[in-house]
């Protein structure tokens, strides 16, 4: 949620350019839009965690990777998923 809000919050106060031109809303739509996306994050995490839960529990063979900051992300990209994508360029 910090990741979510942070980054829309930075991207509202310097009204940067999305994709097709788009850009946040202003922050008070927060409130009165029910698809406003830190509204979308908080209200599916629970049911995600549950599916991953799930698909834990039915696939143990499957590697679930829990990242938990930005640095470890682009740890991950830059390494293993570095190497695996060099394996499948054509």
């Known amino acids: 949620m910090q990741q979510v809000v942070r980054r829309t919050v930075r991207r509202r106060l310097?009204?940067?350019?999305l994709?097709?031109?788009n850009v946040?809303?202003?922050l008070w739509t927060l409130f009165t839009d029910?698809?406003?996306i830190v509204r979308w994050a908080w209200s599916t995490h629970r049911h995600n965690a549950e599916?991953?839960?799930?698909?834990m529990?039915?696939?143990?063979?499957l590697t679930v990777v829990r990242l938990?900051?930005?640095a470890a992300v682009e740890a991950w990209v830059a390494g293993p998923l570095a190497e695996a994508a060099v394996r499948c360029d054509p």
Do not use: F
Request: proline share 15%; no cysteine.
């Open 68 to 70: 938990a900051n930005r």
């Open 51 to 55: 599916r991953v839960a799930a698909l």
């Open 57 to 61: 529990e039915q696939r143990p063979d």
């Open 34 to 36: 029910p698809e406003h």
């Open 19 to 21: 994709w097709n031109g």
């Open 14 to 17: 310097r009204r940067q350019l």
């Open 24 to 26: 946040e809303p202003p």
